[in-house]
């Protein structure tokens, strides 16, 4: 009986400890806490960085195709002796790969 009188009493403040235990503990944990912000925020840097690579790749092949359209011969000869491993018989051709 006492226990439950001085429950009534207190009822604000065991309202009071439960909400703050239930708000630190989302914003620690959770779908939208502190923990899941620092792995989002990895996995965007790590897109971004992806994203520059892709970019710098995207930019080298539209130049390479930008050469084939308007017909380089100094770049088309040198895909063709790349792709067909052809040279005449007074080069000397070294693999460096």
Known sequence: MRLIESLKKKKFVLFNIFFTLYIGINLIGGERGLISYFDKKKIYEELEVK?????????????????????????????????????TKDEIIIKLK
């Open 51 to 87: 994203n520059k690579a892709l970019n710098s790749e995207l930019k080298d092949l539209e130049h390479k195709i930008s050469l084939v359209k308007n017909n380089d011969r100094d770049y088309l000869d040198m895909l063709y002796r790349e792709k067909f491993r052809y040279g």
